[in-house]
């Protein structure tokens, strides 16, 4: 459960949240000498707050009385499960093959990568084949498009979309050759439709959205994708307290996993990319640090390889570790013609 549905007022729910506090599970080992401190608050009222959200704790767990859970599942039906999800193609056959096949449910996967690379190409990419029909192989959801930095283009949205319905075409004409048809109902225009886009403009906000997202998605079921662009920004501005963000950063984490759990969606986390004094030199890794990379399933990062695009499966606890190169088309994220030869990221 989170703060923000506890019985107590806005204003205390909005001070918890800004401190960190977004779930009950982080209020569960506090003082209230602790939380009167964190929130700048009397210790009195701190220990109030405690009291109600120990009590909504002990609401919230499950009936052990007879010790029975329910819930439980065997490691065969979760193999079966896992292999049964349809997976969101990239466009881009390579990319897709290190990927198992592409973007998979149930899972929060960061990619990151310098300025240019192609970041917010690939997700604006990632919002429209999320799309694309069953009948054509996906999944026929829609997308939750959250927006930190102000990079989203619709116009290049339509543009990618526009490519996606020719590439349905297409693909309908060649089942036609072997007399199976699937009509092509959806329009680039649908697709547009679709994106729910959100403008964010401040780490208290991002937070707040993602807290509201279980409800949204709730009356949005047909939600499979949500990508946040990019979850770095807002927190690398004035931050100087980095117990704070640390925890703020592993409770939003939290959220979102439990999203893509809950709900079979996939969560695309993008990321910025920092200097990092290593071994007498100074290497670029991605920002947040390291307590931020175990945070997420798989971790992709994107990379230059002379005039070359290409990522890197850097972390994931079911794909290997490998290399793919890709390019951003007019149409949209594709396979590469170039023959340049590949470089392993260190």
């Known amino acids: 459960m989170e703060v923000g549905r506890l019985p107590i007022s806005a204003s205390q729910r909005g ?55 329910t819930g439980a599942q065997t490691a065969w039906e979760m193999l079966h499960e896992e292999q049964s999800f349809p997976r969101i193609t990239t466009s881009c056959a390579d990319l897709d093959n290190i990927l198992g096949g592409g973007i998979n449910c149930k899972e929060v996967t960061e990619i990151g990568g310098v300025p240019g690379i192609g970041k917010t190409q690939l997700g604006i990419q990632l919002a429209v084949n999320v799309q694309i029909p069953v009948d054509f192989g996906g999944l026929g959801g829609k997308a939750v498009y959250i927006d930190t930095e102000g990079s989203f283009m619709v116009e290049r949205a339509l543009q990618i979309a526009e490519a996606s319905v020719v590439d349905m075409s297409h693909y309908n004409e060649l089942l036609r050759k072997e007399l199976r048809t ?149 149409k949209g994220i594709r396979n590469t013609a170039s023959n340049h030869k590949r470089i392993k990221l260190m």
């Open 15 to 69: 001070k918890l949240i800004s401190a960190g506090y977004t779930t009950l599970a982080s209020l569960s080992s506090l003082s209230p000498s602790d939380l009167a401190r964190d929130l700048k608050i009397p210790e009195s009222e701190a220990l109030e707050i405690l009291k109600v959200a120990s009590h909504d704790c002990r609401l919230d767990q499950p009936d052990k009385s007879n010790g029975i859970f």
């Open 182 to 330: 699937c009509q092509v109902e959806i329009q680039p225009t649908d697709i547009l439709k679709n994106i729910f886009y959100f403008r964010i403009c401040s780490y208290t906000e991002q937070i707040a959205l993602i807290n509201h997202l279980d409800k949204f998605i709730l009356e949005h079921n047909d939600v499979k994708i949500v990508i946040i662009d990019s979850v770095t920004f807002h927190f690398r501005q004035d931050f100087e307290d980095l117990a704070l963000r640390t925890r703020l950063l592993g409770g939003m984490a939290l959220k979102l996993m439990n999203l893509a759990n809950k709900y079979n969606l996939a969560v695309v986390i993008f990321n910025q990319v920092t200097t990092k004094h290593k071994e007498g030199s100074f290497q670029l890794s991605l920002a947040l640090g390291d307590s931020w990379s175990h945070c997420c399933t798989n971790r992709v990062i994107l990379y230059w390889n002379g005039d070359e695009r290409n990522a890197h499966i850097d972390k994931s606890p079911s794909l290997k570790s490998a290399s793919a190169p890709f390019s951003v088309t007019r």
